[in-house]
């Protein structure tokens, strides 16, 4: 079964552009998280999408924002972006339902750059 | 809210020494804890877990790890270690109902193994 797979593997921006990040599950898993790693704050929780809905929220500004499509892949998007969104940005897919916390498998991330 | 302390930022062990990674993690009841590990450049993989149950959990790469409630412990051992366990190995909480998918991690401790 192939594993969570994340597109682009690396990306330069400029400050003010936008950018959308794309995060493909195991296949039959529903759920997808989304974090961001800095070598500053560490890993941070942006938020989680179950069955297209987001279902939790981390303390980030709106300009992150994600979605997810019918068959579970998932999108996130940064909008005006700052230096300070420079990380890596990893997706998690799991099979949980019903709310219950389930083991989470993470693709390789996307190395996001803002110059 | 969840929160979760590791208080060693390096550690350096010789290749065959045995290994144990302090993790504290603080939750009003019982959490489900992981351990992850990132080497360079990749995402995390998920060593092991604690749901419920017997509280010494085996993992993969012959690790594994003791829950102690009393302490809010989640200490993760490895009799002997070998070259390739050099990497980033990061302790997680989540809530088992009503968190979704959110993990709180911990900043990381860095494994360095000397041959």
């Known amino acids: 079964k192939a594993g969570v797979t994340q597109t682009p593997r690396y990306l330069i921006k400029t400050r003010g552009q936008q950018v959308t990040l794309s995060c493909s599950p195991i296949?039959?898993?529903?759920?997808v998280s989304w974090y961001q790693q800095t070598p500053g704050q560490g890993l941070q929780f942006l938020f989680e999408?179950?069955?297209?809905?987001?279902?939790n929220k981390g303390n980030f500004p709106g300009r992150f924002s994600g979605r997810q499509f019918s068959n579970s892949r998932s999108e996130m998007n940064v909008s005006t972006l700052e230096l300070g969104d420079s990380a890596l940005y990893l997706c998690?897919?799991?099979?949980?339902?019903?709310?219950?916390?389930?083991?989470?498998?993470f693709g390789p991330g996307t190395r996001l750059t803002v110059t | 809210a969840q929160s979760v302390t590791q208080p060693d930022i390096h550690i350096t062990v010789s290749e065959g020494a045995s290994l144990e990674l302090r993790c504290n993690y603080s939750y009003g009841a019982t959490p489900y804890l992981f351990w992850y590990v990132q080497s360079p450049g990749q995402g995390l993989q998920l060593l092991l877990k604690y749901f419920s149950g017997d509280t010494l959990v085996q993992g993969i790469k012959g690790f594994e790890a003791e829950f102690k409630r009393s302490q809010s412990s989640f200490n993760l051992r490895k009799p002997s270690v070998h070259w390739s366990d050099a990497a980033e190995y990061f302790c997680?909480?989540?809530?088992?109902?009503?968190?979704?998918?959110?993990?709180?991690f911990g900043t990381g401790t860095q494994l360095k193994v000397e041959l």
């Open positions: 998690a897919s799991s099979l949980s339902v019903s709310g219950r916390l389930g083991e989470q498998y």
């Open positions: 296949s039959g898993h529903r759920s």
């Open positions: 999408y179950f069955s297209e809905t987001q279902r």
């Open positions: 997680a909480v989540g809530a088992p109902q009503g968190g979704g998918n959110k993990l709180t």
